[in-house]
Structures are given as C-alpha cells and as structure tokens.
C-alpha cells in the first residue's frame, strides 16, 4: 500500500535485447511481482539497454588468462506513457570476477552462473531506484 509498491505495480517492463536482457527482464519481473505488478502495463515503461563485457586480467607467464572481470552495465529510463517524459535516468552496474580454469566448459559454465548473478543484482539495484523515485514524486 506504499507509494513505493503502488508505482512499482504499474511499471511496464518491454523486452531487452541478448541474453543479459532476457535475464535482467526477468528478475525485474520477479521484483514487481512482489509489488502486485505484471510488469505489462500501467503509468509507467522502464526502457534499459545493457552493456555485458568480459575482460581478461591475470596474465600467467604463458600469456593464458587466469582471472576474467564480467561487467554488466544498466542506462535505464523510467518514462510516464500517457506524457513522454522520463521521470528517471540513471544507470546501474554490477562486476564479478571468474576464475578460468583448464577446462574451456568450467569456464564457460562460471561464466554464465556470473551473468545470471550480476543480471539479478543489477536489477535490484534498478528496483531500489524505481522505489526512491516513487517516494519522492508519488
């Protein structure tokens, strides 16, 4: 009954493009969810676009990787739809670190449990945002 769990249940989230998107798409919907949302419709339409890089930093003497850094990186927009204006813009951003291994399917394998785990903080991070912009301006 907050004004924080009212916005939040009348916030659409449109598809996001890659395989981070479908992800960071659906822990958003799972937050909303908790807020009574559908994620489908409403007042409200949160636009994000995402930027999911590797990017190796441990060099061992052989020139292998050791040690990769997964950034994923969130500009998001909160935009009213019955007016066009953008009532938030920001960004959200997450790191983990992988160690890569010997073999090229455990690495693979660290690698997607990173993006599944940086995709759910990411959108904590943007659903905490949602929810101070909600206070503010109800």
């Known amino acids: 009954s907050s004004a924080a769990s009212r916005g939040l249940a009348e916030v659409a989230v449109p598809p996001i493009e890659g395989k981070a998107g479908w992800l960071v798409r659906n822990a958003l919907l799972d937050r909303l969810a908790a807020s009574g949302g559908t994620g489908q419709g409403g007042r409200f339409r949160l636009d994000v676009r995402l930027d999911d890089s590797i990017e190796g930093l441990a060099v061992l003497k052989n020139d292998t990787i050791s040690r990769e850094r997964r950034s994923l990186r969130a500009r998001y927009q909160l935009v009213?739809?019955?007016?066009?204006?953008?009532?938030?813009?920001?960004?959200a951003g997450s790191d983990a670190g992988i160690d890569v291994a010997s073999s090229e399917y455990a690495t693979i394998a660290a690698e997607q449990t990173a993006l599944e785990n940086l995709a759910?903080?990411?959108?904590?991070?943007?659903?905490?945002a949602l929810m101070?912009?909600?206070v503010k301006s109800p």
């Open 80 to 91: 009213e739809v019955a007016s066009g204006e953008i009532l938030l813009d920001a960004t």
């Open 132 to 134: 101070q912009q909600f």
């Open 120 to 128: 759910r903080d990411v959108a904590d991070r943007i659903v905490t």
